[in-house]
Nanobody, 122 residues
């Protein structure tokens, strides 16, 4: 079992930055690929970014490429999402998730956090 707790969400003006954190329980954190997903009001949850267990490989949705950076600290059992140049369309609840497979497919993620709200007013 892996428990995930996100933090760092909030309200930020367009063009600003936020860093989300996701703390994981358990001793096998480095064996899991980690992903960030988001769900905007009235929309389906969508993939944002993924990072392999070692941290050497990352993958991004086109909508955030060049603005968001996913990283992890396996010694701290934590994954991060640095979000820069935020836009109103980035407004959503952001979720971190853990998977045994490095993938962007939501169905392959076994463990999910409760989510953290990010709001970028227009």
């Amino acid at each position: 079992q892996v428990q995930l707790v996100e933090s760092g969400g909030g309200l930020v003006q367009a063009g600003g930055s936020l860093r989300l954190s996701c703390a994981a329980s358990g001793r096998t954190f480095s064996s899991y690929a980690m992903g960030w997903f988001r769900q905007a009001p009235g929309k389906e949850r969508e993939f944002v970014a993924a990072i392999s267990g070692s941290g050497l490989s990352t993958y991004y949705a086109d909508s955030v490429k060049g603005r968001f950076t996913i990283s992890r600290d396996n010694a701290k059992n934590t994954v991060y999402l640095q979000m820069n140049s935020l836009k109103p369309q980035d407004t959503a609840v952001y979720y971190c998730a853990a998977s045994r497979t490095y993938t962007f497919a939501q169905a392959r993620y076994d463990y999910w956090g409760q989510g953290t709200q990010v709001t970028v007013p227009s």
